[in-house]
Structure formats: structure tokens, C-alpha cells
């Protein structure tokens, strides 16, 4: 059972690069999102998706682009990476309930260095 | 817009002792909370989450969590530490205000919870 898998694991880029980090799931969750983990501020929302085809803003939305083309894969693009973007990502996915309290499956995250 | 906050960034607290690690929140609508566990250079893992009504929730490896409507809080607890409850703690809210806004899901900065022998 593979869950939420992300890669690569870990990413070393070079300012102005872009790159792709990839995310799948195989739980068929309609709710896809991505998170930065940075020390001592927590979790912060980049973007979000409730469905193919419909993505949205999170808290820091800037420098990143997702779409949302099948229900299992929810890539996060960097345009042109800055050294502020270095951070811990992870993807997260959960099911669509009316009541809204499922819970997000996590992957393992992605170690991004900008230099 | 919801907001989390857990005030503590580190709890230290002997083996075989209660533990608690504060959350406070603020939403529009109705709350929907939910804590998590981060192991070292892992995804971070559910432990439990409000269920509307019960004001004391229990979730996984012993913990349980108290909702208190009237201060805005969602603390965590386990009455009884073990050292291999030892790891980084996130409280995440999410809004219940409509479909769109419901499904951003918000989380705290964290509280290292460190339990010695």
C-alpha cells in the first residue's frame, strides 16, 4: 500500500533553476495539497486542489504553480528558485467528506536546497 | 481566516508523568481540529481529531485531546509519558465554512515534546 509518494527525496538547485517536485497517491483522495516546513514556523499551505481540474492559493502561494490534470498526481512546480525556497515539502492528500474532518495522508517529503 | 496557535515550542516532561501540549485556535465557522505526530525525517501522521460533541476525543497510542469551546482550545494529553512519545507535535484546524475554505487546513508551529528517562 504506497500512499502518498513523493520525489525526489532530496533536490540541490542552483538560483534561478526550476524544477518539478512530484506527488501520487493511490487512495483515490480527491483533496491534494502542499505544505513547506520551515524551523519554527510549522506547516505552511502553498497551494491546494478539492478535484481534478481545480487548484487554489494557500498561505504562501508565491514562486510555486500546481495543476491538477488526474485525481492521483498533484505536481508542485518551482519557476525560478530563490534560496528562500529551501525547505522541507510535503504533500498531503485526504478524502472529500461532507463532514470535513477526514484526515491528510502525509508522503516523506522532499529536501529542496537553493544555492 | 483560521489560525492556530500552540504557544509552547518545547515540553519536557519526566517518563510515567501527564502530559499536555497546548493549542488555541480561531475559525469562522465550526472547528475542525486534528493533531499529528512528526518522527525524525518523516511525513507527519495523525493521531486524532474532534468529533462535534465530545469534548474529550481519544486517538492513537494513548492520547486523548479536550476541546474547549469557550477558550478556543484544543489541547493534547496523555496520562502516563514513555520516552518514545518523544517528537515534533503540529494542531491543525480546518473551517467549516463552506466547501472551499473548509478544505485549507491550517497547522500550528509545533511543539517539540521531549520525555526523559
Known amino acids: 500500500n504506497a500512499g502518498v509518494t513523493q520525489t525526489p527525496k532530496f533536490q540541490v538547485l542552483k538560483t534561478g533553476q526550476s524544477m518539478t517536485l512530484q506527488c501520487a497517491q493511490d487512495m483515490n483522495h480527491e483533496y491534494m495539497s502542499w505544505y513547506r516546513q520551515d524551523p519554527g514556523m510549522g506547516l505552511r499551505l502553498i497551494h491546494y486542489?478539492?478535484?481534478?481540474?481545480?487548484?487554489d492559493q494557500g498561505e504562501v502561494p508565491n514562486g510555486y504553480n500546481v495543476s491538477r490534470s488526474t485525481t492521483e498526481d498533484f505536481p508542485l512546480r518551482l519557476l525560478s528558485a530563490a534560496p528562500s525556497q529551501t525547505s522541507v515539502y510535503f504533500c498531503?492528500?485526504?478524502?472529500?467528506?461532507?463532514?470535513?474532518?477526514?484526515?491528510?495522508?502525509f508522503g516523506n517529503g522532499t529536501r529542496l536546497t537553493v544555492t | 481566516a483560521q489560525s492556530v496557535a500552540q504557544p509552547e515550542d518545547q515540553v519536557n516532561v519526566a517518563e510515567g508523568n501527564p502530559l499536555t501540549v497546548k493549542c488555541t485556535y480561531s475559525?469562522?465557522?465550526?472547528?475542525?481540529l486534528f493533531w499529528y505526530v512528526q518522527y525524525p525525517n518523516r511525513g507527519l501522521q495523525f493521531l486524532l481529531k474532534y468529533i462535534t460533541g465530545d469534548n474529550l476525543v481519544k486517538g492513537s497510542y494513548g492520547f486523548e485531546a479536550e476541546f474547549n469551546k469557550s477558550q478556543t482550545s484544543f489541547h493534547l494529553k496523555k496520562p502516563s509519558a514513555l520516552v518514545s512519545d518523544s517528537a515534533l507535535y503540529f494542531c491543525?484546524?480546518?473551517?467549516?465554512?463552506?466547501?472551499?475554505?473548509?478544505?485549507?487546513?491550517?497547522f500550528g508551529s509545533g511543539t517539540r515534546l521531549s520525555i526523559r528517562p
Open positions: 498531503a492528500s485526504s478524502t472529500r467528506e461532507s463532514s470535513y474532518n477526514s484526515p491528510l495522508h
Open positions: 486542489s478539492v478535484g481534478a481540474g481545480i487548484t
Open positions: 475559525v469562522s465557522g465550526n472547528p475542525y
Open positions: 491543525a484546524v480546518r473551517d467549516g465554512l463552506g466547501y472551499s475554505s473548509a478544505s485549507k487546513i491550517i
